[in-house]
Nanobody, 115 residues
Framework: QVQLVESGGGLVQPGGSLRLSCTAT??????MGWYRQAPEKGRELVAT???????NYADSVKDRFTISRDNAKNAVYLQMNSLKPEDTAVYYC???????????WGKGTLVTVSS
């Protein structure tokens, strides 16, 4: 059974940094990444990374966030710098399994950017 477990959320002041981690059990994943959902808003893409390390970012986080991946550990990371109050959201890890394309989601970790 596939499980995704996130960690690293918390409260940080504007301009600060956080690093989110997500580890997946199960088989090899074609794509892994992060989405987020702010209060009263829909879920939006933050960043994704393929098994070949190709990355994709939302315009709102480019040059501030960096996604990386450790295929050996089935883990994906999100380094978030220069955080802004508008980055406040629940961040969800997701993974697409290579063998069949099924998507899996973590339970989410809350990031709050506030002074």
């Amino acid at each position: 059974q596939v499980q995704l477990v996130e960690s690293g959320g918390g409260l940080v002041q504007p301009g600060g940094s956080l690093r989110l981690s997500c580890t997946a059990t199960g088989r090899i994943f074609r794509s892994m990444g992060w989405y987020r959902q702010a209060p009263e808003k829909g879920r939006e893409l933050v960043a994704t990374v393929s098994s070949g390390a190709s990355t994709n970012y939302a315009d709102s986080v480019k040059d501030r966030f960096t996604i990386s991946r450790d295929n050996a550990k089935n883990a994906v990371y999100l380094q978030m710098n220069s955080l802004k109050p508008e980055d406040t959201a629940v961040y969800y890890c997701y993974a697409v399994r290579a063998i069949d394309g099924i998507e899996y989601w973590g339970k989410g970790t809350l990031v709050t950017v506030s002074s």
